[in-house]
């Protein structure tokens, strides 16, 4: 059972520190800026993992992450006149894929199937569950803690979804996530203690096996 989402093939290793990589962010938008177009594809391989891998903890939906890598550089290439150059290129990048993964999920009209459960802050519930050799039996039950798991998150709003997301796995400030989302800070705070609070009714079977 794999930790992270699933790599995307075309996408770069990790990047230096953020404090160089917000230099060189600034610099490429500025060629970007003077006529130098190409530069942009230096800002898509710089950034399109961290892109597609909040994008794939949003929408669950390995094909739907990639949507929004394609529409999230299409986006900020259309409206890099309008980035402010004393911002982080890596934030502004960011607030624009949750944007466009906020549309995908408040477009949905059916269910498809989310992301590995291991996603959740659940993880210890599936770690426990792990062995070098496991039996038969445990793995049933594993398969089975993971229908619970997905089906836990299927029951999550966009908006709690999201908000779940950008605070437990993206460690986004709250007040950040209340301008993402559109909500007071107070309204913030109430989306992620919702989206907990069902994600705990839904899994208290699967943790009370486990105790």
Sequence with gaps: MADNPPQHANLPASSPSK?????????????????????????VDRHS??????AYRMTGNEHDAQDVVQE?????FQQLERFESRASVGT?????????????LRGRKTRQEVSDPSDLETVQIMNSLSSDEPSPDS????REVRKHVIE?????????RAAFVLRH?????????GITLGLKESATKVTIFRAVQKLRRSLEPVIGELR
Excluded: S, Y
Aim: some cysteine.
């Design 49 to 54: 993992r961290t892109v597609f891998n909040l």
């Design 72 to 76: 999230t550089f299409m986006k900020a």
């Design 19 to 43: 404090e160089r990589m917000d230099g060189c962010d600034a610099a490429i938008v500025e060629q970007v800026r003077a006529g130098n177009v190409d530069a942009f594809r230096d800002l």
């Design 139 to 142: 793995q049933a039950h594993d």
């Design 152 to 160: 836990a998150m299927d029951c999550l709003t966009p908006n709690e």
């Design 169 to 177: 796995f993206r460690d986004v400030p709250i007040r950040e996530i």
């Design 92 to 104: 502004w990048l960011h607030r624009i894929g949750i944007n466009c993964a906020l549309d995908i």
